[in-house]
């Protein structure tokens, strides 16, 4: 399975940008999607994640600034993220469940190769 991410950049605070990422497995082995991010010298945090169905869960940091969302006929996941702050700088990485059997013991997880964002002040 294979991530293909895009949509980074650059972006002054309190702009928008919109990242995607497909994923190169059936349609119906995709379950959750998600987004995180590594800030320089941080660990890899979460930033939202989405259900099969389109159940979204957002960190803290991002609740009501970035909004999570998936194409399933695609199985393409976009965040749109609003009002960027400086904080906000990081490489984006999308990760994807997939399922490989019939149980859920089956399901691996997969990440893209991480695409950068970067809030100037």
């Known amino acids: 399975v294979q991530l293909q991410a895009s949509g980074g950049g650059l972006v002054q605070a309190g702009g928008s940008l919109r990242l995607s990422c497909e994923a190169s497995?059936?349609?119906?082995?995709?379950?959750?999607m998600g987004w995180y991010r590594q800030a320089p010298g941080k660990q890899r945090g979460l930033v939202a994640t989405?259900?099969?169905?389109?159940?979204?869960r957002y960190a803290d940091a991002v609740q009501g600034r970035f909004t999570i969302s998936r194409d399933n006929a695609k199985n393409t996941v976009y965040l749109q993220m609003n009002s960027l702050k400086p904080e906000d700088t990081a490489i984006y990485y999308c990760?994807?469940?997939?399922?490989?059997?019939?149980?859920?013991?089956?399901?691996?997880?997969?990440w893209g190769q991480g695409t950068l964002v970067t809030v100037s002040s």
């Open positions: 989405i259900t099969k169905s389109g159940t979204p």
């Open positions: 497995a059936s349609i119906s082995s995709v379950n959750a």
């Open positions: 990760n994807v469940d997939v399922k490989h059997g019939f149980t859920s013991a089956s399901i691996k997880s997969y």
